[in-house]
């Protein structure tokens, strides 16, 4: 009926089931059966760790290629890659600089977050003053100190227990847990920054 108000589509339960499984598979599972296959074969924990991340990494950039868009968690694997890459370049084919190469990227950010907060500049305004809301610049800045220290606290946190995780843990094991791990933080930074 025209002019009748449609209500929102609620997304199909099993699109959502099955986006979240293949998203296992390509991000933790795919990756660790790999990781396990190569580590034997070619002698190098380091080799098979890029390898291993390269799955992940191959599908992000196949979604850019057929979607025409990137989404800032492919942007972060792409990056962390590149940084990873460079690192064990630097090192000497240290795995356990790659390991860490996400997480030395949230921490900085993270880091970077915080730093504004104290110098009362918090980087969360710039995001803020470009929304379309009718909020005072008092108000603005006010939401923008909450915002940028919950995100600048969550990215340390994530940073600081994935690096834990990758000194202390066997690669297999850092690599069946990490993201499990890292996700968690996540979801509870988003949960504060939801509550707030």
């Not at 907060?117 to 005072?136: D, E, N, Q």
């Not at 202390?168 to 690599?175: M, W």
Request: no cysteine.
């Amino acid at each position: 009926m025209a002019g009748s108000p449609q209500k929102p589509k609620r997304p199909d339960r099993a699109h959502v089931l099955r986006n979240v499984a293949v998203s296992v598979l390509i991000n933790a599972i795919a990756p660790l059966v790999l990781y396990d296959e190569l580590q034997h074969r070619v002698g190098s924990t380091t080799t098979a760790l890029v390898a291993a991340a390269g799955v992940p990494l191959l599908w992000t950039v196949g979604r850019l290629v057929l979607r025409r868009r990137l989404d800032p968690i492919g942007l972060l694997s792409l990056a962390g890659f590149a940084l990873g890459i460079l690192l064990v370049l630097l090192t000497g084919d240290n795995p356990l600089v790659f390991k860490i190469r996400e997480a030395i990227l949230t921490g900085v950010l993270g880091l970077v977050g915080l730093g504004s907060v104290v110098v009362r500049h918090p980087v969360g305004l710039l995001a803020l003053r470009r929304s379309k809301t009718a909020a005072t610049e008092a108000a603005l800045r006010h939401a923008a100190v909450w915002i940028t220290a919950i995100a600048g606290v969550t990215l340390v946190a994530h940073a600081a227990v994935i690096i834990t995780l990758a000194a202390v843990l066997p690669t297999a094991t850092f690599l069946a847990v990490h993201q499990l791990a890292g996700l968690g933080i996540l979801a509870l930074g988003v949960l504060a920054l939801m509550g707030r």
